[in-house]
């Protein structure tokens, strides 16, 4: 069975340390878990700086503040004082929402490495809408000040059917906001996602052509501005190398101290997630239960098993096997050797038919009230 | 992208370049991401430190390793880094 005998294990290289679940904004397709609200508990500062200090011992080097919104948690210019002195090269997630210019020198002489700021569309009305809260304008002061204290700037977009028409513009806006690097993130649909994917799955021909767009302005400003594109995967053949394989790479700490081989994984039964207040990093990482059970290839059942394009990617993402097939061992149905494939196409016929319907479903907005609905 | 032979050469002020212990390497650390480098890499980048152009860098490289014809490899290595924005000039 999975998880009852250990493989050896390369050491954690990305630390991701989502410091809170609290967030002013309130996007429908927030990777945080929907029942998010039942984890009130979060970590303290000494719990954060021992977590930090351990996985550095073991090779972890690039630390992702995130959240929630981390700005929400006092003591991050503590923390990422820390991770300076460690060694981290540390990015903080944000929505931009509270970072004053004073926060951002604070943080710049506490060695933050990065700010990524995340806007939702190109203009004022559709940014607030999907944010549910105001915050367009704010949003770029805050990349103009990012920018003016010498941070390399990272705008990211997540893309859906409600602004992907506004490609065009949102290539733009990267550019007059002199962006370093700019992340289209087509939405992966777990979480918040999940719950609202028939508003907003995009058609292929609309996926298409805005592929089609960024690639074209990939060449123009290659050189300027690095475009970090993350492909919509309902529209391949071939799922994602997800996570670059179980426990092999990433390390997720939820707010409430509960390690995570991947930040959807609390979405999975019987995985027993361990907390970083019973066990250290290394215990975690090299005994836990939740760690091995996907590493390597013993877990995989047809086609995987026997597939020769299992080490490419590792038969795809378990939560989007699960979400979508309920069993968790079973291949990513993105794959077209998936006895379950058909349920892509019947989610993307699904989003088409409620763009088009009269009675269409509302978005769900990720907040507590929502949440507490899910709990 | 070609190096300009004149200008002196800088390392990039948005890229950090540090030794691993974990790794026993050299990385170029960036936004989300990571570079590893081998052992002539990571010694060329480090004389990248605004101070230096081109022909000094391969001097220097050819007096440490006590060796001569070193300035195709280097200047390709740099090409590189430039295109990849690890270093700047000016
Ligand atoms: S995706 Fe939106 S709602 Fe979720 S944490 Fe980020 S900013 Fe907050
Ligand atoms: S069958 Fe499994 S291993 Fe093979 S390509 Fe599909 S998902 Fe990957």
Known sequence: MAGSNKINSSPPRWLLAELTYACPLQCPYCSNPIDYAKYQAELDTEDWKRVLTQARKMGAVQLGFSGGEPLTRKDLTELVKHARDLGYYSNLITSGYGLTEEKIIQLKEAGLDHIQISIQASTQELNDHIAGTTSFQLKK???????????????????????????????????????????????????????????????????????????????????????????????????????????????????????????????????????????????????SKAF??????????????????????????????????????????VCSKSPDHAVIQQAIDSAAKNTVSVDAKPLIFRNSKNSRLFS | MAINPELPIQFSRTHRLQWEEAQQKDVILYPEGMVELNQSSAEILKLCDGTRNLAQIVSELELKFATSGLINDITAFLEVALKNGWIQQN
């Not at chain 1, 060449?219 to 994602?240: C, H, L, Q, S």
């Not at chain 1, 059970?293 to 490419?312: L, N, Q, T, V, Y």
């Not at chain 1, 038969?315 to 097939?325: I, W």
Request: glycine letters at 6%.
């Open chain 1, 141 to 287: 002061e805050v990349a103009h000040l990012v920018k003016k204290h010498g941070y390399p700037m990272v705008l990211c977009v997540v893309i859906h059917s409600e602004n992907i028409h506004q490609m065009p513009e949102i290539l733009a806006m990267a550019e007059e906001l002199g962006a370093d690097y700019l992340e289209l993130a087509n939405t992966q649909y777990y979480g918040w996602a999940h719950a609202n994917r028939d508003l907003l799955l995009p058609t292929k021909a609309q996926f298409e052509q805005a592929e089609q767009i960024a690639q074209a302005f990939k060449e123009k400003v290659a050189g300027k501005m690095k475009i970090y594109y993350v492909v919509p995967d309902f529209y391949e053949n071939r799922p994602k190398a997800c996570m670059n394989g179980w426990g092999t790479t990433f390390l997720t700490i939820a707010p409430d101290g509960v390690a995570l081989p991947c930040h959807s994984a609390r979405e999975l039964p019987g995985l027993d997630c361990p907390n970083v207040k019973d066990y250290s990093i290394e215990e975690i990482w090299k005994e």
């Open chain 1, 292 to 333: 091995n059970f996907f590493r390597g290839f013993e877990w995989m059942k047809e086609p995987c098993r026997s597939c020769d394009e299992k080490e490419k990617d590792f038969g795809g993402c378990r939560c989007q096997a699960y979400l979508l097939t309920g069993d968790m061992y079973n291949a990513d149905p």
